[in-house]
């Protein structure tokens, strides 16, 4: 079997870059808190509790740091919109990462690619859930920006994209997992991807937070999500997307 990749184009094709993406998160961060107390202040100095008891973020690698220095506008992401996905190991692996392993932040290029994102995951939460399935979903999200920039690679130009159908396979990330590995010992801070859940969507997920930032001014979005076993409508005011899902 021809391997995917070789170590050689990680020097050759590695190399500093920058972009807008979106990513969506469950609109559950400041509600939780809001019903345990009876003042904003309380809420403040909760919230300030719950930060410091959670997971420091990873000390990212020497290579990694030296990437970084060289870019002097380069902000850690002290947000907890960008530090929360590296602070945990989960035990689910996901496309570029084993059960186990330190976090990654994903996201998309597109608006309409995250939200395809957002639309699959309720959909397979809904499929995996028993008493679920036969229902509906409907939940509230927050789709917001923010800026990658460090030393990249970029999987749907060549010579990686002759192994597109590796890096996109619907179910098999055994691929994906390994260039991660690989991309980390070679210093690179994130990866570019075709999305698998919209055609001629892009992706993208980010192995160092350290070359995340939340852009000036910020942008965010607040969508509504309605999953059935078939399909997934998502609205923000004016806005409409319709994804069919399933069989």
Do not use: N
Request: glycine share 4%.
């Amino acid at each position: 079997m021809t391997p995917a990749w070789r170590d050689t184009w990680f020097a050759a094709e590695a190399h500093p870059a920058r972009g807008l993406l979106w990513r969506g998160v469950e609109a559950q961060h400041r509600v939780a808190t809001m019903r345990l107390v009876d003042s904003l202040d309380e809420q403040a100095e909760l919230e300030r509790i719950l930060e410091a008891s959670k997971p420091p973020l990873p000390r990212p690698s020497r290579s990694a740091r030296t990437a970084v220095t060289a870019a002097a506008d380069t902000v850690p992401p002290h947000h907890y919109l960008l530090g929360t996905p590296f602070r945990y190991r989960s035990p689910h692996p996901s496309r570029f990462r084993v059960a186990g392993d330190p976090g990654l932040w994903y996201g998309a290029r597109e608006r309409e690619t995250a939200c395809a994102e957002v639309a699959y995951w309720r959909w397979r939460f809904l499929m995996d859930s028993t008493g679920l399935r036969d229902g509906v979903l409907i939940t509230e999200h927050t789709l917001f920006q923010a800026q990658a920039r460090g030393l990249a690679i970029d999987l749907t130009r060549t010579p990686w994209s002759a192994s597109a159908r590796a890096w996109t396979h619907p179910s098999d990330y055994t691929t994906c997992q390994s260039l991660t590995h690989a991309a980390r010992s070679h210093g690179v801070q994130w990866i570019r991807y075709a999305s698998v859940r919209r055609p001629a969507g892009h992706c993208a997920v980010v192995l160092a937070p350290d070359c995340l930032s939340i852009p000036d001014p910020p942008r965010a979005e607040t969508w509504l999500c309605k999953v059935s076993a078939t399909q997934a409508l998502m609205l923000h005011e004016e806005d409409r997307l319709t994804f069919a899902l399933g069989d």
